[in-house]
């Protein structure tokens, strides 16, 4: 089991933009590199939904919601993925999670809340 630790949410006005990060601190380099990584979101009373992902060889694919507005990336020295969100939207306030899958495992992080108002 690895430990995500995510850290970056917070209130943001509508156009604004938030950095997202995902540390992995006990990995050693190659597990780390070896982990195909993910960002997802979690409105309350609706299913978790899936923003972006990054493979252990950097493809990367997103939602078509947030394509051309967030990034992500994948940082093997420092053990950290993270996602750059710009031009927000009301509509990606939620909770967003940090995914790992480890072996086949699949491994979270606790959280961050992410708000932007209306």
């Known amino acids: 089991q690895l430990r995500l630790v995510e850290s970056g949410g917070g209130l943001v006005q509508a156009g604004g933009s938030l950095r997202l990060s995902c540390a992995v601190p006990r990995a050693i380099l190659s597990t780390f590199t070896s982990l195909d990584m993910a960002w997802y979101r979690q409105v309350s009373g609706k299913d978790r939904e899936l923003v972006a992902s990054?493979?252990?060889?950097?493809?990367?694919d997103y939602a078509d919601s947030v394509k051309g507005r967030f990034t992500i990336s994948k940082d093997n020295i420092k053990r950290a993925a993270y996602l750059q969100m710009n031009s927000l939207k009301p509509d990606d306030t939620a909770v967003y999670y940090c995914?790992?899958?480890?072996?086949?495992?699949?491994?979270w992080g606790q959280g961050t809340q992410v708000t932007v108002p209306s």
């Open positions: 995914y790992a899958n480890y072996r086949g495992q699949a491994n």
């Open positions: 990054v493979s252990s060889d950097r493809v990367t």
